[in-house]
Nanobody, 117 residues
Framework: QVQLVESGGGLVQPGGSLRLSCAASGSIFRIAAMGWYRQAPGKQREVVAIITSDGSTDYPDSVKGRFTIFRDNAKNTVYLQMNSLNPDDTAVYYC???????????WGQGTQVTVSS
């Protein structure tokens, strides 16, 4: 069983920055793809950033150039650096671990990010 614990959410003004962290338990972190997703009220959950086990990253156009995902395998932690935040980024942000080869997929409990003046 894998547990994912997010931290770093909060209230930030438009144009500000936040860094989210997701710490994973267990020994499969380094071979798993990690992702950040978000869900705003009344909307479907959407992907924000993905990083594969070899460090390749992918972002949707809505956050490209503003958000950066990176991982520290020694700490079993994945991060999401968010810059130039705007109110449309307000959502609950979830960490995801995916190891499709073994049909393993886990979610964190979520952390709230609110962008408001």
């Amino acid at each position: 069983q894998v547990q994912l614990v997010e931290s770093g959410g909060g209230l930030v003004q438009p144009g500000g920055s936040l860094r989210l962290s997701c710490a994973a338990s267990g020994s499969i972190f380094r071979i798993a793809a990690m992702g950040w997703y978000r869900q705003a009220p009344g909307k479907q959950r959407e992907v924000v950033a993905i990083i594969t086990s070899d460090g390749s990253t992918d972002y949707p156009d809505s956050v490209k150039g503003r958000f950066t995902i990176f991982r520290d395998n020694a700490k079993n932690t994945v991060y999401l650096q968010m810059n130039s935040l705007n109110p449309d980024d307000t959502a609950v942000y979830y960490c995801n671990l995916d190891l499709g080869t073994y049909r393993l997929n886990y979610w964190g409990q979520g952390t709230q990010v609110t962008v408001s003046s």
